[in-house]
Nanobody
Framework: QLQASGGGLVQTGGSLRLSCAVSGSIFRFNVMGWYRQAPGKQRELVAAITRGGSTNYADSVKGRFTISRDTAKGTVYLQMSSLKPEDTAVYYC??????????WGQGTLVTVSS
């Protein structure tokens, strides 16, 4: 149900935008967001946006990443700026329905070179 895209290789300080397209309305989900998993590390929340439009971010990305959505297109975006090597990870789109059911997109690799 979730199709992620937009990863790639970028230099330190660069920008990338990830997209997560859903089939059907995004308002079916109480929250959508992005997680990431770096090699040897646990998956962590990067940013999330609730059905009502509230957002939250991991401290490590505040001020650099912005999550947004286009309801007409059924797409959630993660705009990433001022990228650092430590942002290198596989990024996963996530959606939760009825506060219980979790859905994951396929991962998209972001590599930030120093």
């Amino acid at each position: 149900q979730l199709q992620a895209s937009g990863g790639g290789l970028v230099q330190t300080g660069g920008s990338l935008r990830l997209s997560c397209a859903v089939s059907g309305s995004i308002f079916r989900f109480n929250v959508m967001g992005w997680y990431r998993q770096a090699p040897g590390k646990q998956r962590e929340l990067v940013a999330a946006i609730t059905r009502g439009g509230s957002t939250n971010y991991a401290d490590s990305v505040k001020g650099r990443f912005t999550i947004s959505r286009d309801t007409a297109k059924g797409t959630v975006y993660l705009q990433m700026s001022s990228l650092k090597p430590e942002d290198t990870a596989v990024y996963y789109c996530h959606a939760q329905r009825d506060y219980s059911y979790d859905f994951w997109g396929q991962g998209t690799l972001v590599t930030v070179s120093s």
